[in-house]
């Protein structure tokens, strides 16, 4: 009896091992989109992009020294202040000034040195010309004047070399004052007096901001409708009621190796300093030529369809059940974020917007917002 009740025990465990019944799994959360149709429309992309200076230099020291001085800047409110990131400085102006006792003990030596050269090449110089005509007149040995003619040359080679010196020495001079190469606005400060610097040392970042510029990488699709002086349309969360008008300034001839991209530059005039370095645009591009568009969906809706090309999942209600079903569908162009499906949707359509990466064709679903 023992024995008959363990086999008995055993056939159970082997059918429950054997059973093809699959495991219930919950639906899998995703968010929808509604297809709205086409309409006519100016043809356009719309990107973001960072705004940035029209130019902007990174200052340094090309000498080392100790900072003693930075330039004082008077606020429209309020006293003087050293200068800061976001003051306006002017071309030409002292920035910030190295300690100069060193480089005038250089300029002073390197002219002292420059004197003794200047007065050894004059006693150089007559002691030729006396040579040259005591030699005419065959009073001394064309040894003796070869001696006057190299020593002369000798002190001409000496004095060159010591009016150089000098010249580097007043230039280094000059260097100890960091000058601001043009007007503009100092969005980076590096320094503070008392500071050590080397030869190369960033010290400030001055932009000029009366003009602006955006660049935008655009793909293939986009660059070919692209052309110099295209109207451009440019909007900031900052400024949500205002457009800024302007066109394309320059075309990349070729795509970036990595993104594979075409980067096309937007320049903006900014005379009142509203857009400021490191605002996020948007960025609209327009052809000028009325045509029937179609819809675009996320990006991230794409995905590969059983055949090799592209499908979306739509959403199917069955009784209670919500499933995705895979559909083919060919895209067109790119804009921005969104791509055109030109065939293969219609009016009314949900399609998986996210989540359609990790779908199967007739999965459940559970449609999240």
Partial sequence: ?????????????MCG?????????????????????????????????VVMPDSQVPLSFRTPGYVISLLRVR??????????????????EVL??????????????????????????????????RASRLYESQSITKPEFDAARAQYDATQAQLRAAQAA???????????????????????????????????????????TDRVKI??????????????GVPVSITTDVFPDRV?????????????PKSRNFDVEISIPNHEHVLKAGMIASVEFATGNKQQTAPAIPIAAIVQST????????????????????????????????????????????IVSTGASILKDGQPVEVVK
């Fill in 1 to 13: 009896m023992r024995r008959t009740a363990l086999l008995v025990t055993a056939a159970f465990l």
């Fill in 17 to 49: 091992c054997h059973s093809n019944k699959p495991i219930p799994q919950p639906p899998q959360a995703v968010q929808v989109a509604q297809i709205n149709g086409s309409s006519d429309s100016q043809s356009s992309g719309r990107f973001s992009a």
């Fill in 75 to 92: 606020a429209a409110e309020g006293p003087a202040h050293e200068v800061g990131e976001g003051d306006h400085v002017g071309r030409g």
């Fill in 96 to 129: 910030a000034s190295l300690r100069p006792s060193e480089y005038k003990e250089k300029v002073q030596q390197a002219s002292s040195q420059a004197e003794a050269a200047h007065a050894a090449a004059q006693k150089a110089k007559s002691d030729f010309d």
């Fill in 166 to 208: 000098t010249g580097e020495a007043r230039i280094a001079l000059s260097d100890s004052m960091l000058r601001s190469p043009l007007d503009g606005d100092v969005v980076k400060k590096l320094v503070e007096v008392g500071s050590f610097v080397g030869p190369g040392t960033p010290a400030f970042v001055v932009a000029n």
């Fill in 215 to 228: 660049t935008v990488g655009v793909p293939d699709v986009t660059v070919r409708t692209l052309k110099l």
């Fill in 244 to 256: 800024f008008e302007s066109r394309v300034s320059r075309i990349a001839a070729a795509a970036d």
């Fill in 307 to 350: 055949s090799g090309g592209y499908a979306v999942f739509i959403i199917e209600r069955d009784k209670a059940t919500t499933i995705a079903r895979l559909r083919p569908v060919e895209v067109g162009d790119v804009r921005g974020n969104e791509i055109e499906v030109v065939k293969g949707l219609s009016t009314g359509d949900t």
